[in-house]
């Protein structure tokens, strides 16, 4: 089966570093996608990884690794609004988009 | 400005009723999909569509119908046989089902049933 996994939520302190990891098994691989998700609201996208290395944009890197099947979310200096889950989704052989379950993150003043 | 809408954004209904979300996007994207999100679950695709007059199920279409009679609006049904349809439920679009840009999400509507 397909699959993916992210840490169910994590803590940190404004203004710190914060690494949100996942990994996944698909059938197939057409690249990875993090969106952020604020509570009730829908989720926004934030960046694409679809070869390994790194992508910067601001204070958001992502990282994918595909022989390791992982790829993590840095998100630096953190702010009270970074407060929001983030979502892993993975785009498999037939064009769909396989969603992990989310990480929570909470900052902390 | 474009953009994603749904309607309405908080829905209640009775047990054994059909209802309709309302999907619209001006954003001239081909490609339409319906979302499910449940608490500590991942989003599930219910339904999605490449193109006018045409449309596929996803992972959990059982209980659920679309249509797609216009480019604009991807309209969801729940109908009565879906057995447990309170959830968020997210519209979201692409230019293209195969390509590598990313889905744009409505707002979001959540169901409730009584």
């Known amino acids: 089966g397909q699959n993916i996994d992210q840490p169910t939520e994590m803590t940190a302190t404004e203004g710190a570093i914060v690494q949100i990891n996942c990994t996944y098994q698909?059938?197939?691989?057409?690249?990875l996608f993090w969106y952020q998700q604020h509570a009730g609201e829908a989720p926004t996208f934030l960046s694409y990884?679809?070869l390994d290395g790194l992508e910067e944009k601001g204070r958001f890197s992502s990282f994918l690794s595909r022989s390791k099947g992982y790829s993590y979310l840095l998100l630096k200096e953190l702010q009270m609004k970074d407060s929001a889950s983030y979502l892993c989704?993975?785009?498999?052989?037939?064009?769909?988009?396989?969603w992990g379950a989310g990480t929570k993150l909470i900052i902390k003043p | 400005d474009g953009g994603i809408t749904q309607s309405p954004k908080y829905l209640f209904r009775k047990e054994g009723q059909n209802v309709t979300l309302s999907c619209e996007q001006n954003?001239?994207?081909?490609?339409m999909y319906w979302y499910r999100q449940d608490p500590g679950q991942g989003l599930r695709l219910i339904y999605y569509?490449?193109?006018?007059?045409?449309?596929q199920k996803g992972d959990i279409a059982e209980g659920y119908s679309v249509s797609r009679e216009k480019k604009e609006s991807f309209p969801l049904t729940v109908t009565s046989a879906q057995k447990n349809p309170t959830a968020f439920y997210l519209c979201?679009?692409?230019?293209?089902?195969?390509?590598?840009?990313?889905?744009?999400f409505g707002p979001g509507t959540r169901l409730t049933v009584l």
């Open positions: 954003l001239n994207h081909d490609a």
């Open positions: 990884n679809v």
């Open positions: 698909t059938s197939g691989f057409n690249g």
């Open positions: 979201a679009s692409s230019i293209q089902l195969a390509d590598y840009n990313e889905q744009f």
């Open positions: 989704a993975v785009r498999d052989s037939n064009y769909q988009l396989i």
């Open positions: 569509s490449q193109i006018v007059n045409d449309f």
